[in-house]
T-cell receptor, first 116, second 113 residues
Framework: QQQVKQSPQSLIVQKGGISIINCAYENTAFDYFPWYQQFPGKGPALLIAIRPDVSEKKEGRFTISFNKSAKQFSLHIMDSQPGDSATYFCAASWGNYGGSQGNLIFGKGTKLSVKP | NAGVMQNPRHLVRRRGQEARLRCSPMKGHSHVYWYRQLPEEGLKFMVYLQKENIIDESGMPKERFSAEFPKEGPSILRIQQVVRGDSAAYFC???????????FGPGTRLTVL
């Protein structure tokens, strides 16, 4: 119930294409769904995040789509660039509205390669 | 405003030695989270601390691992009698309020020989 399942494990996209990474969860108590970008040898950096009261959030070329009934959320990277090549992690947590929990449950990551 | 700082960035220890990892949160942040990342894996939560308090240590192994966040100074993750399986990248994150830590440090890569 605490897992977040992420797919695919790896993804190769041509420059200018759309990268799509999917995540699914079981715990309906989750109320915060961030995506992180990690370059080799670096710490994860928050990319974009969504709460379950909206179905979509867009920031520049990055969009999160959220389907509460299916318990799924996905990251779309439009006009993918070689500089986007990194590992992407979805995550989930609960209790961010004054609850006592706060630790993130991470997916296993998707290694994205954008070919020039 | 400096980000989350971790040191050392790389640490090599022999089996049986102690490893001490430090994390200085962002200025104004009083909540610290430690995560462990094994090769080709996602990050796994270990412990959540506030100043002088352990809030949640449900992800921490029961033996050999301990963490603290004193009133003054950085948060410390201590691993006693390290084994090869402790080799991993250890990340800390900090946040200004109770909740998830969105600001991650660069990590400490521990290698146990």
């Amino acid at each position: 119930q605490q897992q977040v399942k992420q797919s695919p494990q790896s993804l190769i996209v041509q420059k200018g294409g759309i990268s799509i990474i999917n995540c699914a969860y079981e715990n309906t108590a989750f109320d915060y769904f961030p995506w992180y970008q990690q370059f080799p040898g670096k710490g994860p950096a928050l990319l974009i995040a969504i709460r379950p009261d909206v179905s979509e959030k867009k920031e520049g070329r990055f969009t999160i789509s959220f389907n509460k009934s299916a318990k799924q959320f996905s990251l779309h990277i439009m006009d993918s660039q070689p500089g986007d090549s990194a590992t992407y992690f979805c995550a989930a947590s609960w209790g961010n509205y004054g609850g006592s929990q706060g630790n993130l449950i991470f997916g296993k990551g998707t290694k994205l390669s954008v070919k020039p | 405003n400096a980000g989350v700082m971790q040191n050392p960035r790389h640490l090599v220890r022999r089996r049986g030695q102690e490893a001490r990892l430090r994390c200085s949160p962002m200025k104004g942040h009083s909540h610290v989270y430690w995560y462990r990342q094994l090769p080709e894996e996602g990050l796994k939560f270990m412990v959540y601390l506030q100043k002088e308090n352990i809030i949640d240590e449900s992800g921490m192994p029961k033996e050999r691992f301990s963490a603290e966040f004193p009133k003054e100074g950085p948060s410390i993750l201590r691993i006693q009698q390290v084994v090869r399986g402790d080799s991993a990248a250890y990340f800390c994150a900090s946040s200004p309020i109770m909740g998830q830590g969105d600001y991650f440090g660069p990590g400490t890569r521990l290698t146990v020989l």
